[in-house]
T-cell receptor
């Protein structure tokens, strides 16, 4: 079992661009949560997907959107990138209501 | 005030020492997670507990629901235990995790 995987590992974008980050959940998991961790800060919840729908959302603007596919993998999209979007983006998968397992993260740098 | 508070923020220890990290939360929860994060970012889930005590190797986690408090203990600490330890709460009816600010642990040989 490969565990939770994320791609890409690192990414550099320019202000105003759009980015898509990808997450494949641990085998057997049906729920994917996304978190943003700014440098030196704790992770902040962005949103969670279950049964291909966004079920919960944190305090993030509409520039942050996502998708979950029938195979439970998920994408996080961020439009109109700002410098402040530079962060480590973490994906966590779980069976609904159970322990979350984290991926290695995608480090996004916006210049 | 954060919903989840950790102490201490920083901790240094000599190899072999017993380590305790504390976590307090302000609202009722369905579960409390203890996580480990190494430099470079990857987060490893250590424990998820909703009552009592769990043990895995040299790590022990306890939770007191009435007092809204949890502790993570590391016995016979080792330099490879050096990392940031984070507690995170999960409230009822949601899988959303709310994270504490973390405790940076350094264990010296």
């Amino acid at each position: 079992d490969a565990g939770v995987t994320q791609s890409p590992t690192h990414l550099i974008k320019t202000r105003g661009q759009q980015v898509t980050l990808r997450c494949s959940p641990k085998s057997g998991h049906d729920t994917v949560s996304w978190y943003q961790q700014a440098l030196g800060q704790e992770p902040q919840f962005i949103f969670q997907y279950y049964e291909e729908e966004e079920r919960q959302r944190g305090n993030f603007p509409d520039r942050f959107s996502g998708h979950q596919f029938p195979n439970y993998s998920s994408e996080l999209n961020v439009n109109a990138l700002l410098l402040g979007d530079s962060a480590l983006y973490l994906c966590a998968s779980s069976l609904k209501g159970y322990e979350q397992y984290f991926g290695p993260g995608t480090r996004l740098t916006v210049t | 005030k954060n919903e989840v508070e950790q102490s201490p923020q920083n901790l240094t220890a000599q190899e072999g020492e017993f380590i305790t990290i504390n976590c307090s939360y302000s609202v009722g929860i369905s579960a409390l997670h203890w996580l480990q994060q190494h430099p470079g970012g990857g987060i490893v889930s250590l424990f998820m507990l909703s009552s009592g005590k769990k043990k895995h190797g040299r790590l022990i986690a306890t939770i007191n629901i009435q007092e809204k408090h949890s502790s993570l203990h590391i016995t016979a600490s080792h330099p490879r235990d050096s990392a940031v330890y984070i507690c995170a709460s999960r409230s009822y009816n949601t899988d959303k995790l709310i994270f504490g600010t973390g405790t940076r642990l350094q264990v010296f040989p």
